[in-house]
């Protein structure tokens, strides 16, 4: 094991030489994990690593959304320095943490076995905990690099993957180009609008709750970056978005029909509402109009402290914070209750029939309740089936292209009865 040890410097090297080192090439993330192990073995003081066994958990829990998610909660941790993360190609994810993450990294961890919670996989037993190992790099260097290496193995001994035609993701050269790009195009054409209805369900008559005002990234990706696919690498597309924010501030303010909304919303990064610009946006809003802005529930999960800062800034001004993206997935991560949103946003899916939460047996239905049926919005409501199952939940809000069919104009007045959905 130490000769082996010894000779993975000389390896590395040559690794280097070959251009294994390209993100491209198979075993990228493995590769660099053993090089960045095998240097701190050499000042390991303080250092744990942190591997997640997600390639073994059920298939119907190892889907890409909750992987997703996953890496998703510890990107504080990397943001702060905290520490690095690593993708591995099988699914599995592993940390390197400094000494004083180990705390937020069990607090994290505990709400992703309430992710999995039922999978075989987290339920300890007399084998220990299968599903997340610890390593201690002043006394487990070795074996954590072993475990690295022979990921590695198994990584560049798989079968390659079919050629596609896929185009290429972001890199960080490549966004600094793009981010120039947009930051002198002309965005107005890629604002789009979707308006919220509120259903009575007695009368089935509704009106407009608000408008929400987002850039079409499709759209704007043909003109900014038609050989790129910016959704590639997420955490580059973060930094993206958030002047995507910036430019969508800059162009609702000027665009009519939002100027003559009572109340409009906008998806936005929680880092956008902080800037200069979104206090500008909000000075620059009509004497009395509202303004909703729609953050993703994974961020909210990543961090909720900033997002109990903004909701309770915003509340201040009269203005109103919601939750979106809320999926089966994430309404089982998420308490929204106890996050007091004024407005929870759905995702419908035929699944919400049949969801249990398997820590409380509460079903979606209870779950709408718990956050208050007035705030709740069912979004991406395609059918007859997704408005009956929100009526019958108590859902009062209602957004997608099945509602668009019952609306008319754009310039009646919230409150206004629309045409009835029928």
């Not at 690593?49 to 992987?67: D, E, F, G, K, M």
């Not at 993450?101 to 992710?115: E, G, M």
């Not at 790099?137 to 074996?143: I, R």
């Not at 800037?275 to 802005?293: N, W, Y």
Request: with cysteine.
């Amino acid at each position: 094991m130490g000769a082996g040890l010894q000779g993975q410097g000389t390896a590395r090297n040559s690794c280097i030489a070959a251009g294994m080192y390209n993100q491209g090439a198979k075993g990228h993330q493995e590769t660099t994990l053993v090089d960045t192990l095998d240097r701190m073995r050499r000042n390991p003081e303080g250092r744990k690593v942190v591997h997640l066994h997600l390639s073994q958990l059920l298939a119907p829990n190892r889907t890409s959304v909750r992987i997703k998610i996953v890496t998703r909660m510890f990107r504080t941790l990397e943001s702060g320095r905290q520490a690095q993360i690593f993708s591995m190609s099988n699914d599995d994810l592993v940390l390197i943490l400094n000494g004083g993450a180990q705390r937020d990294v069990n607090n994290i961890l505990h709400r992703i076995r309430k992710l999995f919670e039922g999978d075989p996989l987290t339920i300890d037993d007399e084998s220990g905990d299968k599903f997340v190992t610890w390593y201690d790099l002043s006394l487990d260097a070795a074996m954590a690099i072993h475990s690295a290496q022979q990921m590695r193995q198994e990584a560049q001994n798989a079968p390659p993957k079919a050629a596609t035609a896929a185009m290429p993701s972001l890199t960080p050269a490549l966004l600094d180009e793009v981010q120039k790009k947009l930051a002198f195009a002309n965005v107005a054409p890629f604002m789009r609008d979707q308006v919220a209805l509120r259903v009575n369900a007695a009368t089935k008559e509704a009106s407009i709750e608000f408008y929400e005002f987002f850039l079409s990234v499709g759209d704007l990706q043909k003109v900014i970056a038609p050989n790129l696919n910016l959704l590639g690498d997420r955490s580059l597309f973060q930094d993206l978005s958030r002047t995507m924010d910036l430019r969508m501030l800059e162009t609702v303010i000027r665009a009519p029909h939002a100027r003559g909304t009572p109340c409009l919303s906008l998806n936005l990064n929680l880092e956008t509402v902080l800037t200069p610009s979104f206090g500008q946006f909000i000075d620059r809003v009509e004497k009395g109009q509202k303004v909703i802005v729609e953050v993703q529930a994974v961020d909210v999960l990543t961090n909720i402290n900033m997002y109990l800062d903004i909701r309770n800034v915003l509340s201040s001004m009269n203005h109103a914070i919601l939750i979106d993206g809320l999926s089966t997935t994430t309404l089982q991560m998420l308490d929204v209750a106890s996050m007091k949103p004024d407005y929870a946003k759905i995702i419908w899916a035929p699944e919400l029939l049949d969801m249990m939460d398997p820590a409380s047996n509460r079903n979606a239905g209870h779950m709408v309740q718990e956050i208050g049926t007035e705030k709740v919005v069912l979004s991406r409501c395609d059918s007859a089936a997704a408005l009956s199952w929100g009526l019958k939940s108590g859902i009062g809000l209602f957004q997608g292209h099945f509602l668009d069919a019952f609306h008319k104009g754009r310039k009646r007045p919230t409150g206004q009865p629309a045409r009835q959905p029928a």
